[in-house]
């Protein structure tokens, strides 16, 4: 799909969670869980430092046996986010969630940081795109459109 990814976050959204390195594990899942959300962006000095997700809690925290009220989310999360434009595509995105192995992408325009982007956001994009083209073809079929 052709499509940039501009286009799912004028459909979601462009709001996007972040929180401080220096904040508390705790705090930071306190702020996932208050939001609904499976990740937070982490800024610093207006720059994104890191990403902390559902996954680095499970691996990083519990699967390590730390103290999610001590520890600060700094020293858990994932430092190296790569990051995508508004131009991206929707089919080179879900290429960089495969390699990458990843779940969110920030999105980014001329260093500002605009939206995030799920791999849940892709699928039901996928989802409603495909939807589309079977009503349209089962119209056309039926003779509801012209050729």
């Known amino acids: ?18 929180v401080a390195s220096t904040i508390t ?23 994104i430092a890191g990403i902390f997700t559902e996954r680095d809690v499970l ?14 989310v700094a020293d858990v999360m ?3 986010v790569h990051t995508i434009s508004l131009q991206t595509t929707v089919d ?3 290429e960089i969630f495969a390699e990458k192995r990843c779940r969110h992408i920030p999105v ?3 260093g500002e940081l605009r939206g995030l982007i799920s791999i849940g956001d892709i699928s ?10 079977a009503d349209h073809l089962k119209n056309y079929i039926a003779g509801g459109f012209p050729a």
Request: proline share 3%; hydrophobic share 45%.
């Open 124 to 133: 039901r994009w996928v989802a409603d795109a495909s939807m589309a083209e």
């Open 92 to 94: 080179q995105t879900m």
């Open 108 to 110: 980014m325009d001329g």
């Open 78 to 80: 994932t430092r190296s």
């Open 1 to 18: 799909m052709d499509t940039p990814v501009a286009a799912l976050l004028e459909r979601k959204g462009s709001a996007v969670h972040a």
């Open 25 to 47: 594990i705790a705090e930071a899942v306190a702020e996932m869980n208050n939001k609904r959300i499976g990740c937070i962006v982490i800024v610093d000095e207006g720059q």
């Open 59 to 72: 691996r990083r925290v519990v699967g390590a046996d730390l103290d999610p009220k001590t520890v600060l």
